[in-house]
């Protein structure tokens, strides 16, 4: 597995939740960064309320340095999301402390399978928050 991050609300800009699709959000937050092993242990919270199961559901994540420099490119595979139900999903980075990340950016929905007019809603009703004290945005 690979990990990533820390703990503090932030809505996204677009809030789905006032939209003509209120409640229809694939909701990610990035809950804890702790540390473990050998490198830092980055829990995720997500919930898929899009209406529709997602088969597969995977992200192009990107860690920003303390410095402000991108310090890893990493595809993170959440699996399957079952409609209306919050799972789980622990990421290990490996020589990466969890001090050293200042920053976390969705870079991309690399992948969003499932049921037609889900696989389309996965981006536009995408909803960050962070519980962690890093910055987590799109």
Known sequence: MAALLPNVALAQ???????????????????????????????????NGL??????????????????????????????????????REFDLKDFGCGEISRVLVNDVAAC??????KEACAAGLALSTRSGVEFDL
């Not at 677009?14 to 242990?41: F, W």
């Not at 920003?64 to 991108?70: D, H, S």
């Not at 399957?80 to 139900?85: G, N, P």
């Not at 399978?113 to 889900?118: H, S």
């Open 51 to 88: 209406g529709g199961d997602l088969e597969k559901a995977a992200f192009e994540i990107v860690l920003f340095g303390k410095t402000g420099m991108v310090e890893r490119l990493l595809l993170l595979d959440f699996g399957k999301l079952v409609a209306d139900k919050t799972k789980v």
């Open 13 to 47: 800009q677009n809030d789905p939740s006032t939209g003509p699709d209120a409640g229809k959000a694939l909701s990610l937050e990035l809950n804890a960064l702790k540390p473990s092993g050998n490198g830092c242990r980055a829990s995720f919270v997500v919930r």
């Open 113 to 118: 399978e499932g049921a037609p007019g889900v």
